[in-house]
């Protein structure tokens, strides 16, 4: 895979988790604002304050993630593994594009 797909694919990938965060933001904003009249709603919204958090918590860590291939890329490390110095698999970067890791040092 080109260095040029590969940072598309990212590039991709970041967007989709930006949109993710500002709607988990957007929604708990409007759930939170002062003037939202729907009391009879508010247990069952903030019951969802904890599934929210854990999507936001992974997404974070997965933008973070992200952002640092983008790096990696950018500065010619993308695609070795940072314990080994090896190539990491094409067949591991095309399911996760963010590793850092070969699949012997995966785990």
Request: proline share 3%.
């Amino acid at each position: 895979m080109s260095t040029t797909t590969i940072r598309a694919h990212l590039v991709e990938l970041k967007k989709e988790l930006e949109g993710r965060l500002a709607r988990i933001a957007a929604e708990r904003e409007e759930r939170n604002a002062p003037d939202n009249d729907q009391w009879s709603d508010q247990a069952s919204l903030h019951g969802r304050d904890d599934e929210q958090f854990a999507v936001q918590l992974a997404a974070s860590n997965e933008l973070i993630q992200v952002n640092d291939a983008l790096s990696r890329l950018d500065t010619g490390h993308y695609g070795f593994c940072t314990v080994c110095g090896e190539p990491i698999e094409a067949e591991r970067l095309e399911v996760l594009p963010y590793a850092v890791r070969c699949k012997v040092h995966a785990v």
